[in-house]
């Protein structure tokens, strides 16, 4: 139900989010451009107010979506895996590496296309989650192994971008990283789209079929165990999935902060711990939450642009601030005036 | 269904943890795991849960290596009470008891009625129906002991294993506890520090000292005087109460003067 409520207000939001921004447009036009490029027999908007809606704002308002959806389930999936709150998507030095890898491209000039800053970024992710595997050593499914080859990789990685920039000395390198690191999604295309569509659906799938497990595994690897799943088994499949989506969608869009660490804990709020409903609703709020970040990113103060990551730190922080006031397991806690009552069954004397 | 242990051991780098260990609870018994601080009642139960692995030597649930079977059907006899749980989890009781019940779903099944029923059915055994809605991190020590049990029960399983599952628990408890442990049909093997209640309540005691196996066997034969003062360096007075159970009463040893 919660998942269906979300949903519709996440459709609801890429409707209105297509609307909105520098040039005006109505909902039926947009309605209408997506029926013309469907093959339906409605007559297109003129070329330049449809290849804003086709080629600028779809592309961008789902890919936003996309993002926003996948930060949020390899948040929660990483937090449930490390039993660590703070776990983000960036957890094993992804989003550094994603820099190094497209500061690399540009000073080795391999090409300065998007198509070549992206794969760039790609291969850098991967790189700084190979590195983390290697410095975590075999017994790298421990969490707290592979949190600390986690933080040693992102500080290599953020040492080799820093030291390529002031090597290559270039005005393009500095931008590029700056981009990588703060996240736009400024160079949506319909390619990138679709990539992101495709791993993000696979990988949820995989969290999704894993639920049961990271049930388990909030409550510890013992548990885990003992109720029938094999610790290191599944801590390298998640971890292995959650690194791949997390370096896809850095690589088309950059880092993008605070979606993945703030909204599976605000989710939690709303849905309980289970994973079976916490990950599609994650998904869908995390996708919602991104949306509007960027739309706002894009018309505050058009027509100059904020990173959305800018947006996304400048929401999330208060939002955390908030989580923090509240005690743990707030949502679990009896509201007030059921509080007020006296806590029935105390001291039955019953057998345990 | 009974689980045995033989002849395991486990190392860790060069210290040995547990050696030459057998033990074998027969279906229905209730066992209890008794011996000093570090004798390897905790390693021991390790073992025969699957969460570690033996240097050597087998652990047999039935007679078969537990080793060879499937992890999830394992799961469907067995379940673990370990000491620790975490403190933070946050997660409400309803959503701990539930956990127990993953190995009897589908993996992509959702938590039916029925789930729900045997998860209420287990709180309220355990002295804490309706608590479902309660946060994990809101229950004391003792509270959360007994939803640990609680979990384990709705696993339905034939043999539970526990780590010291009466140390946070009330005298009330403690004693609700093992009466229901003796008297279900479950295979109980349960690590105790409280001799007298070992005594009254088990089928079989296994003492352990350092790693090894000190003795076996009924209560009355393996808690005597002399050996509760040789493991645990306890003066102990043991006899039959009228209903005709062992019984252990423990002052400290008398300071050894020069």
Not at chain 1, 98 to 111: E, N
Not at chain 1, 167 to 172: L, Y
Not at chain 2, 104 to 118: E, F, K, Q, S
Request: glycine share 8%; hydrophobic share 50%; proline share 6%.
């Amino acid at each position: 139900m919660k998942a269906v409520v979300t949903a519709a207000v996440l459709l609801a939001s890429i409707a209105a989010a297509v609307t909105i921004g520098v040039a005006d447009l109505s909902a039926v036009e947009v309605l209408r451009t997506v029926a013309a490029h469907a093959g339906l027999p409605v007559t297109p908007l003129p070329p330049l107010a449809d290849s804003i809606v086709w080629d600028l704002r779809m592309p961008r308002v789902l890919l936003a979506a996309l993002v926003g959806g996948g930060l949020a389930v390899c948040g929660a999936v990483l937090q449930a895996l490390t039993r660590n709150p703070l776990a983000d998507p960036y957890l094993l030095g992804i989003s550094a590496g994603a820099s190094t890898g497209a500061v690399g491209v540009l000073v080795l000039g391999l090409g300065a296309g998007t198509v070549a800053l992206s794969a760039g970024a790609f291969a850098g992710s991967v790189a700084a989650f190979g590195v983390a595997l290697l410095l975590a050593g075999s017994r790298w499914t421990q969490p707290a192994r592979i949190l600390l080859a986690g933080v040693a990789t992102a500080q290599l990685f953020g040492a080799l971008t820093s030291l390529t920039m002031v090597a290559a000395a270039s005005p393009d390198s500095t931008r590029s990283t700056l981009f990588w690191l703060l996240g736009s999604l400024t160079a949506a295309s319909w390619p990138s789209v679709a990539l992101c569509t495709v791993t993000g659906a696979v990988v949820l799938l995989v969290c999704w079929a894993s639920a049961p497990a990271l049930d388990a595994f909030s409550f510890g690897a013992d548990v885990a165990q003992s109720l029938g799943f094999s610790p290191s088994r599944v801590r390298a499949a998640l971890f292995a999935a959650t690194a791949l989506l997390a370096a896809v969608l850095v690589a088309s869009s950059g880092a993008i902060g605070f979606v993945g660490l703030t909204v599976p804990h605000l989710v939690r709020r709303l849905t309980g711990s289970r994973h079976r409903t916490l990950l599609p609703v994650c998904a869908l709020a995390g996708a919602t939450l991104l949306v509007w970040a960027d739309t706002l990113a894009r018309t505050a103060f058009a027509p100059h642009e904020l990173p959305v990551g800018v947006v996304t730190a400048l929401l999330g922080v208060p939002v955390f601030a908030w989580l923090f006031r509240r005690p743990t397991g707030a949502a679990a806690l009896p509201t007030r005036r059921q509080a007020a009552k006296p806590t029935p069954a105390r001291r039955p004397r019953q057998p345990v | 269904m009974r689980i045995e242990a033989r002849d395991i051991g486990r190392r860790l780098r060069d210290v040995t943890l547990l050696a030459e260990v057998t033990l074998h609870a027969p279906s229905g018994s209730t066992v209890g795991l008794l011996g000093p601080n570090g004798s390897g009642k905790s390693t021991l139960l390790r073992l025969l849960a699957g969460l570690d692995r033996p240097d050597d030597g087998r652990v047999l649930l039935d007679g078969v290596d537990r080793a060879s079977l499937p992890r999830r059907a394992v799961a469907r006899h067995v379940a673990v009470v370990s000491q620790h749980t975490p403190d933070d989890a946050d997660l409400t009781v309803g959503d701990v008891v539930l956990l127990g019940r993953i190995p009897h779903r589908a993996r992509l099944a959702p938590v039916t009625a029925g789930d729900l029923a045997r998860t209420a059915a287990a709180l309220a055994r355990a002295g804490l129906a309706g608590w479902e809605h309660r946060a994990w991190p809101s229950l004391s020590g003792g509270e959360r002991q007994r939803v640990a049990i609680a979990r384990a029960l709705v696993q339905e399983p034939d043999v539970l294993l526990l780590d010291e599952p009466t140390n946070h628990l009330d005298i009330h408890h403690r004693f609700a506890l093992l009466e229901d442990l003796s008297r279900s049909s479950v295979t109980v093997v349960a690590a105790l520090h409280d001799l007298d209640l070992a005594a009254q309540y088990c089928d079989e005691t296994v003492l352990m000292d350092h790693g090894r196996v000190v003795a076996c066997g009924p209560p009355s034969a393996v808690l005597t005087e002399e050996r509760i003062e040789r493991v645990f360096g306890v003066a102990a007075e043991v006899g039959s109460d009228r209903y005709g159970r062992h019984r252990v009463s423990l002052r400290a040893a008398p300071a050894e003067g020069p």
